[in-house]
């Protein structure tokens, strides 16, 4: 649905993308995420026809947005990061305005607006003033709005930020019925736990490129493979049997071991097998253990690795 290869777009002296490569299948709910200035909004505003790419390829369900920009605007409904309402208009009013301006007539309109604020969950608000809205409302409102004209392809541009945890938890049920509905959606935040559990796939981007593409399970899998053993010894052991199960322990998992705090870490992808070996050859050679535990990556730790170095290069 989505293809982006190459894609550069230089402000001046900045390279906001640098050679992003993207793509995102038909149905699927894809994260994009990365750190604040990582080029997220420009990339969905080339993909939503409002800027141009210095270079590089985009398309949309095979529609070159920048040769046939029209055609792509039917497909895509876009939700931008900042938006404004207008004050004097009731929610099914600015529903209305906009459909209008996507060209629905008026029977199709009124079935659409009620479609929508049900969909996001907003048709108490029906009647309500946009500009008494809370944010959360208003976040949901201008979604709707983006699904007025019924897109395939939506491009939602941190649609959660800002919103309180309950807010977000309404936003979450929201796209995976959009989700179930079988659109498909780019969604962006720098917030990488906030999409981990909600997307298929996702694409964490850094200056401008992409540097990790892939599913859930293959992110998990990375997680997994980041993971540690943390062996803990009781004080009082000798030098030699410290040094002796240094080295069991180093075989066992082929990394260095690292000491710290009273406990040893060393990086090993998860193995339960070798773990109870290990564990029993440690104690054969009268080594103190008192603790003996897997540590999993965190999603955030896996992030930080990837997005090592958020400096913006100034080229
Ligand atoms: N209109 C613009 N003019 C100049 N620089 C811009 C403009 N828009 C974005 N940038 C720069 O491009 C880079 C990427 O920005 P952006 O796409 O907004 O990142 P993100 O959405 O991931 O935070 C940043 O360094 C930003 O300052
Ligand atoms: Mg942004």
């Known amino acids: 649905m989505i293809c982006c290869q190459n894609l550069q777009k230089r402000y001046g ?3 906001a993308l640098d050679g992003l490569d993207l793509r995102v299948s038909p149905g699927e709910l894809h994260g994009f995420i990365g750190p604040n200035g990582a080029g997220k909004t420009t990339a969905m505003k080339i993909l939503a026809t409002l800027t141009r790419p210095t ?3 985009a398309l949309v369900d095979g529609v070159n947005v920048c040769e046939q920009p029209q055609r792509a605007r039917r497909l895509i409904g876009y939700m ?9 208009l009731k929610a099914w009013e600015y529903l209305d305005l906009y459909a209008g301006c996507a060209g629905l007539s008026g029977a199709q309109r009124r079935a659409r607006i009620g479609e929508l604020l049900e969909l996001t969950g907003l048709t108490d608000q029906r009647e309500a003033m946009v500009d008494g809205l809370s944010r959360g409302m208003k976040q949901r409102l201008c979604l709707a709005r983006a699904m007025l004209h019924d897109p395939k392809l939506l491009l939602l541009d941190e649609p959660a930020s800002g919103m309180d945890p309950r807010a977000r938890a309404q936003m ?10 079988g659109k498909t959606v780019l969604i962006s935040s720098h917030i990488l736990p906030e999409l ?25 899998r990375k997680l997994d493979g980041d993971s540690a053993l ?16 240094r080295e069991r322990i180093e075989a066992a998992c082929g ?12 990086s090993a992808p998860g193995d339960d097998a070798r773990d109870a070996a ?6 054969s050679l009268g080594a103190r253990v008192c603790e003996f535990k897997r540590q999993q990556a965190t999603l955030e730790t896996v992030f930080m690795e990837v997005t090592r170095d958020e400096t913006q290069p100034d080229l």
């Open 196 to 220: 981990s559990e909600l997307c298929d796939a996702m694409t964490i981007l850094e200056r401008g490129r992409a540097v990790f593409s892939g599913s859930a399970q293959e992110m998990r």
């Open 230 to 245: 943390i062996v803990r010894f009781a004080p009082g052991m000798d030098e030699e049997t410290a040094a002796r199960a």
């Open 13 to 15: 002296r900045t390279r």
């Open 278 to 283: 290990l564990l029993g050859e440690l104690i």
């Open 55 to 57: 270079a590089g390829l």
């Open 172 to 181: 979450r049920d929201i796209l995976r019925e959009i989700a179930r509905m």
């Open 80 to 88: 931008p990061d900042f938006f404004g309402v207008y004050d004097n």
């Open 255 to 266: 990394a260095r071991a690292q000491e710290g705090e009273g406990e040893w870490r060393v």
